[in-house]
């Protein structure tokens, strides 16, 4: 199945496949949200906060969501310190929390303190655009999934996919999917992927694993943003149209 989604996501799809050099970016530092007014600290924990329907919030963006029974206080409470502690490293390392980012935490913080000099470029791309999933096919191809959507798309309502592979020491594009803002085709995407082969990467919370598959491929920290917004460009077309045009590539 794919990544855990973000708690306020729901959505669609879209797909390119393409093998890039490596690029450069720099970690944003994370954005300022604000506390819901009138939510206690969630024991004692300052910036989390839970609502009466249990989703929880770190400085007013929901991250979480528990459902621990009122017998169990003490298993919430070492859950929440957990996630607090989480969300602070992530602050500490300008990555932006979202509920996103925190079930992405172990590969983010090992890609932002990598020795790889793209690793904190990497977290910071991650981070902004959101990743969705990774998946990985026996020829040696790399699927990057991505939440992504327009100004006036509901958020989470959308999945780019990047497809990757080197053609000697060239990366070249393969493919784009698209498909509409809305919810129930965005796990197409997920699924054409299978359809072809592609199956869930094994390296997703190893950051150096997750380093020398992209760097394999050729993907760069700097093509995220092109490929998506080339991706959100293109005709909208069934979550297939990538198998059929992988066919008329390979």
């Known amino acids: 199945m794919p990544a855990t989604t973000p708690a306020d996501s729901q959505g669609p799809a879209q797909c390119l496949v393409a093998d890039a050099p490596t690029g450069q970016a720099t970690p944003s530092p994370h954005r300022a949200y604000s506390p819901i007014e009138g939510l206690p600290w969630l024991h004692g924990q300052e910036g989390l906060q839970k609502d009466g329907r249990g989703y929880v919030y770190w400085r007013g963006r929901e991250v979480e969501h528990y459902s621990f029974w009122r017998e169990e206080p003490d298993r919430e409470r070492e859950a929440a310190e957990r996630l607090a502690d989480i969300c602070r490293t992530l602050e500490k390392l300008g990555i932006t929390v979202h509920g996103g980012t925190v079930s992405q935490h172990q ?32 020829d040696g191809r790399v699927a990057l999934l991505f939440w ?17 592979r080197r053609d000697g020491l060239q990366t070249r594009q393969l493919h784009i999917l698209t498909s509409a ?30 380093l020398a598959a992209i760097h394999e491929v050729g993907f760069a920290p700097d093509d995220v943003g092109e490929f998506l917004d080339t991706a959100l460009a293109q005709e909208e077309v069934s979550a297939e149209a990538p198998q059929r045009a992988s066919q008329r590539g390979s």
């Open 107 to 138: 590969l983010l913080i090992g890609l932002a303190t990598s020795k790889d000099p793209s690793g904190p470029q990497w977290a910071a791309q991650l981070s902004e655009r959101q990743l969705y999933s990774v998946k990985r096919h026996p």
């Open 181 to 210: 803002p809305d919810p129930q085709t965005s796990i197409e995407v997920y699924y054409a992927l299978d359809r072809q082969g592609f199956a869930a990467a094994d390296f997703t919370s190893d950051a150096a694993a997750w």
């Open 148 to 164: 992504h959507t327009a100004e006036d798309e509901p958020p989470y309502s959308r999945v780019c996919a990047a497809v990757c």
